[in-house]
């Protein structure tokens, strides 16, 4: 989607990203975290960052709830805002991606094709998909908020894996099964990805 403003350029600075890999140690990366609500996105995206933190890493989380409250509160969870609210998130990311920094996200992300677009906003490499893959009936066993519950009886509308759609990756760069998998094995999974990717190192 082109920009509404005509009189725009695009400017560039002049830090390159390796000088940003030499001050900060490591490669950028958007680790994009998706599943259904309960899978553990959350809690598995704060695990990494500290894990990243203790490494010595710039990462940082975006979690889906907490964006609502700022960036993203004029939306809703109509097909039409959830695709707005993931193209929003694809650009912090890609703006993330340019600082140098390693960007964890915890969003449902729905639809196959919008995290495809935010895929393509991250050069080759830059963007590591990770399906938090765990059962219907586990996620909603995990629900301490009571939101599948609300969903099922109709209070809340449009709520992915109940009466909205939730398209899972086809080939997702990692797939980590929290219902067989541990938190510590599922942030084992996700920094050995990194490593795998040579995100680390000088």
Avoid at 107 to 120: G, L, N
Wanted: aromatic share 8%; net charge negative; with cysteine.
């Amino acid at each position: 989607m082109e920009p509404r403003s005509r009189n725009i350029v695009r400017s560039a600075g002049r830090v390159t990203a390796e000088r940003r890999h030499e001050v900060l140690g490591h490669r950028p990366q958007t680790v994009w975290f998706t599943g259904l609500s309960g899978s553990g996105k959350s809690t598995l995206a704060y695990a990494v960052e500290e894990a990243l933190l203790a490494r010595g890493a710039a990462a940082y989380v975006l979690d889906g709830d907490n964006v609502r409250f700022g960036l993203n509160r004029d939306l809703g969870f109509s097909p039409e805002d959830r695709t707005e609210n993931i193209r929003r998130i694809g650009e912090v990311c890609g703006l993330f991606h340019d600082a140098g920094l390693i960007v964890l996200t915890a969003f449902i992300s729905p639809y196959r094709a919008d995290r495809q677009q935010v895929r393509e906003l991250h050069p080759e490499g830059g963007f590591l998909e990770v399906f938090v893959d765990a059962p219907l009936e586990v996620c909603e066993r995990r629900d301490v908020k009571g939101l599948y519950a609300k969903a099922r009886s109709g209070e809340i509308p449009e709520f992915s894996g109940i009466s909205a759609p939730y398209e899972p990756p086809v080939e997702p760069e990692l797939h980590v099964d929290t219902e067989q998998l541990d938190l510590d094995a599922s942030v084992d999974r996700v920094l050995h990805g990194l490593e795998r990717r040579h995100v680390f190192g000088r």
